[in-house]
């Protein structure tokens, strides 16, 4: 008899662990879904016609007490042939001054929606659709205001893509000396690579690395010569340059809106980097800031411990300044913008005082 009470005790015990086991799982699961908004959608096909979210955007949620409440992960999968179509419709509808301006940003962020962030399911009649809605006077915000990840995809690709297309000057010195300026609205940023540099790459995020820790790949590695002149995809300023064991020579540089922060590494030996560089100071898309090497992957510093030379190019969205040097950080996946930014690439514009 004695026996048998404590049979059953111990039942109970294990039956008690398993439920709060479940419980807490539960409980993770869904604090989690609520704020990982790309996990908690990624299987949605699309959100047309989804009435049933409005309450989230219209109860004011913009308190200080919200302010956990930012981006935590983007999965970029934007493709080169969208990045191409919707930078072209915005381009042009400025250059060309049509009645209606396209927004690349607004258009992506659109079509996400319709395919639930995946862009191989996009649709061309759900571009079609959007523009002739938008050429009929219907504005970006009627069309998705019912749209319950509009916001989430608009801040997302505008941290991504938001130094990449707009109003900057071009300026020219004539035989004489004088400079002229002139303002042009266009695709602004640049490849990395110097024009006229080959370079090869393959679309290589998130694959493994073993140096130092087991880890994945945050970025592409561009493949070329040692000594090809890497060039500042956007202009920002200087936030780390020097050594890390892992990038060896790199340099770090953030976007002035803050947004990005670029990193460039396994520079060249002895000679990596463009020279009066230092933390702190801005550099100008398009100008010179290092070299391409081997540099890396040793505690030791100047040591080549890479076997093929090559650019590692890395692009951090930062939603939130809590997300820099933590576990956390948002890297995307930039292949696809490298095949975009083949369109402007530079010889390395001389750095000047202008800014
Ligand atoms: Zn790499």
Known sequence: MFIKTIKISKKIIIFTIILIFLLTSIILFYSFANTDLSNSFNNTASDENNNLDNSNNSNGNNNSEEKNDFIKWVD??????????????????????????????????????????????????????????LQKGKTIEDLTKNKKYYSYYYESYSAALGGFIGNYTVETEL??????????????????????????????????????????????????????????????????????????????????????????????????????????????????????????????ENVNNINVPHLHFGMQLVFDESQIDSANEVWIDVYNIIEFLKKNRSKGIKSDTSF
């Open 76 to 133: 970029f999968n934007v493709t080169y042939e969208l990045l191409d179509k919707t930078a072209k419709l915005d381009i042009d509808s400025h250059t060309q001054d049509s009645n209606i301006k396209y927004n690349w940003i607004e258009l992506l962020a659109y079509l996400a929606c319709r395919n639930g962030g995946n862009f191989k399911n996009f649709k061309q009649k759900d571009l079609d659709t959007l523009l002739s809605e």
């Open 175 to 300: 035989e004489d000396g004088t400079k002229t300026s002139e303002e042009k609205y266009g695709l602004k940023a640049f490849l990395p690579i110097a024009k006229n540099y080959a370079f090869s790459h393959y679309d290589d995020f998130g694959n493994s690395r073993s140096y130092g820790f087991k880890r994945t790949h945050l970025g592409n590695d561009l493949m070329g010569s040692i000594g090809t002149p890497i060039i500042a995809v956007e202009s920002g300023t200087i936030e780390h340059l020097g050594w890390n064991q892992y990038g060896g020579w790199r340099i770090g540089i953030r976007s002035f809106d803050k947004k990005r922060y670029y990193y460039y590494a396994h520079l060249r030996k002895n000679h990596p980097y463009a020279e009066g560089l230092e933390e702190g100071y801005t550099v100008k898309a398009g100008e010179i800031i290092g070299y391409l090497g081997m540099t890396g992957y040793s505690i030791k």
